[in-house]
């Protein structure tokens, strides 16, 4: 396991994240307030979502939200995920949950961790390799991924 890493700023996280995703392998979770376009509607992390989407059968990338209604304005991610849905899911946080989660949370692999506590706050911390954690917050995750609902708002309409 790695120390904890700070990483400082709006840019600080998205370089981070960027990095993350592009190293990712089988699984990305995303836990998000908004999906902020800051941290994550660059040309080059949608990219990088896109290629690991397509690098595998398995790959997998899931993003739970707090609120949908930033992401529903043109968000790039949200188009991407128009583009392949079988590989890239968007569920809403469920009612209870909404008020106890406001964090910034992106797990990859299960074993590397970004996180920010506070949307507030302009530090993170980043974990590289930290498999026992990782499992504990993907296990977390995936708790609120079953109690959520999925995002219609955020899905492709057609007729």
Do not use: C
């Not at 406001?102 to 990859?108: A, K, T, Y």
């Not at 530090?123 to 609120?144: H, M, S, Y």
Request: aromatic share 6%.
């Amino acid at each position: 396991m790695s120390e904890p890493q700070a990483v400082e700023g709006l840019d600080g996280f998205a370089a981070t994240a960027l990095a993350a995703i592009s190293a990712a392998r089988r699984e990305v979770l995303l836990l998000s307030l908004e999906l902020d376009s800051r941290l994550y509607a660059s040309e080059a992390f949608v990219e990088a979502a896109k290629r690991f989407v397509l690098s595998s059968e398995r790959a997998q990338l899931r993003i739970l939200l707090n609120r949908t209604e930033r992401a529903r304005r043109g968000h790039p991610l949200v188009a991407l995920g128009r583009r392949v849905p079988s590989r890239i899911e968007f569920r809403e946080l469920s009612i209870e949950r909404k008020r106890d989660r406001d964090d910034e949370l992106l797990i990859v692999d299960g074993r590397h961790l970004l996180q920010r506590r506070d949307p507030r706050e302009l530090v993170g911390l980043w974990t590289p390799d930290a498999p026992a954690e990782g499992k504990r917050e993907r296990e977390v995750f995936i708790q609120l991924w079953e109690e959520s609902t999925p995002a219609a708002d955020l899905r492709e309409l057609s007729i």
